[in-house]
């Protein structure tokens, strides 16, 4: 796999973890994917995926997808704050609550299958 394919499998699981925890968080509130105008799920999704983009830019992702440091962590701090900070700004709630389960599911997720993937490249021999 070129590093190419490995930033667009990053980015990938980095959508989709952040997928699940819109879709997750809806129905555990009994929300409706979808909610009330339809939009539901968008309007969760998008604060969250905007600053994991952002978090993207800011460590430059593309040169190592994959590392849980610092990139997985610059990604994990962006999506959290930036899509806490969006979620403030477009009227949306922002409990303390809130504000603990995302921090820690983002982690797990945003950092956590950047370290699964080391410790398995490292015992397949993958990593120097």
Known sequence: MNLKQAARGAAAL?????LVFAVVGRATHEEGIL???GL???GT???FLVGAA???ALAKAWRKPC???PTGVIIWASAFGGGILLR???SQGVAVSFMIVAALFLAATLIGWRVVAGVIATRRGLKG
């Open 14 to 18: 980095d959508a989709g973890a952040i």
């Open 54 to 56: 952002a978090g993207w």
């Open 45 to 47: 999704l998008w604060p």
């Open 35 to 37: 909610g009330g105008n």
């Open 67 to 69: 590392a849980w440091w």
């Open 88 to 90: 403030l700004v477009s």
């Open 40 to 42: 539901g799920l968008l």
